[in-house]
């Protein structure tokens, strides 16, 4: 039997009156999977996230954590609760404790053993970086610290996944690329849910990115599509007889627009193809060959072209 996914959403939905938010999200998350939810502001990612960690009832569809479902009563839907970790946006933290203060405060709100609480303290600012920083004042903390303390508590009580709303808002460039190197590094022993609008953070963290656009997920990119053989072609031909020439030697779909009176298709070449084929073949049936060149689907391109088509009056 195929073991469950980590965390699955089925159908969800989140309305605020008339106002649907949410608008029927349907994806899974494997084990020790990093997956982006990206998007631009009001694109429905917090509200998502907040569904995901238990904090925020959906209005339709269900939740999964490892086959149970979180928002059903009883002692299995209140023990798949405990195996998530969640790191809100803003970091709220208490900024009149120390930071050890506060994970013994927050280790005794999760239940902890009372006898494995300083130990499980200890292991958690080790694993952020902060255990220097153990009786410092969280007030008195850089925004990167404070986010590293906001970390630990979301690993304090060894929850399977961790589920972070831009974990890395606020902080400067630096701070940055230090908290990323921190959850891929978080990412080999848990799964990680995390959401952003920022392209490179998702490219360089994420095995898999979902972007999401007006409470819907557009489409997806994981980290092996970047090494995709995209390739342009311009050809003097209309789409329709494009397409059915470059068909045999692509992998999926093949993209069309207009180019003057020829088209432009985009396509990945399938493994058996080069671009010396795609040239032979549109030479071949007489067309003129404007132009064929090696394209990089890159994330940004992907993110863009997606939100441009679910503009209202761009398309379906």
Not at 113 to 142: F, Y
Not at 199 to 215: H, K, N, S, Y
Not at 249 to 277: K, M, N, P, V, W
């Amino acid at each position: 039997m195929a073991e469950p996914a980590a965390i699955r959403a089925e159908g969800l939905v989140k309305r605020y009156g008339a106002s649907e938010v949410v608008r029927g999200l349907d994806f899974s998350v494997a084990t020790h999977e990093t997956v982006g939810l990206l998007g631009p502001n009001g694109a429905g990612k917090t509200t998502t996230i907040r569904m995901l960690a238990g904090f925020l009832a959906p209005s339709a569809g269900r939740i999964e954590v490892a086959g149970e479902t979180i928002g059903d009563a009883g002692p299995r839907a209140r023990e798949a609760r405990r195996r998530i970790g969640y790191l809100p946006e803003g970091t709220p933290l208490r900024r009149d404790m120390t930071v050890r203060e506060y994970l013994l405060a927050r280790a005794r709100l999760y239940g902890l053993p009372r006898q494995r609480r300083r130990e499980m303290t200890v292991n958690a600012m080790r694993r952020c970086g902060i255990a220097d920083r153990a009786d410092s004042l969280i007030g008195k903390l850089s925004k990167g610290l404070k986010q590293r303390a906001g970390l630990a508590q979301a690993i304090l009580h060894e929850p399977d996944i961790l589920i972070l709303d831009e974990p890395s808002s606020g902080i400067d460039p630096v701070q940055v690329v230090e908290v990323r190197d921190l959850i891929c590094e978080l990412g080999n022993a848990h799964t990680i849910i995390f959401s952003s609008h920022v392209l490179p953070e998702a490219e360089q963290i994420c095995d898999r990115v979902l972007v999401i656009g007006r409470g819907r997920i557009l489409g997806e990119r994981r980290r092996s599509d970047a090494a995709t053989r995209g390739v342009v072609v311009e050809a003097d031909a209309d789409a329709a007889r494009l397409t059915a020439l470059l068909l045999p030697l692509a992998a999926g779909d093949i993209r069309t627009e207009a180019a003057g009176q020829g088209t432009r298709c985009r396509f990945d070449l399938s493994a058996e193809a080069d671009t010396a084929l795609v040239a032979e073949a549109v030479v071949g049936a007489g067309l003129g060959l404007r132009r064929l060149a090696a394209e990089r689907d890159d994330l940004e391109s992907v993110f863009l072209r997606l939100l441009g088509d679910d503009e209202p009056g761009t398309g379906s």
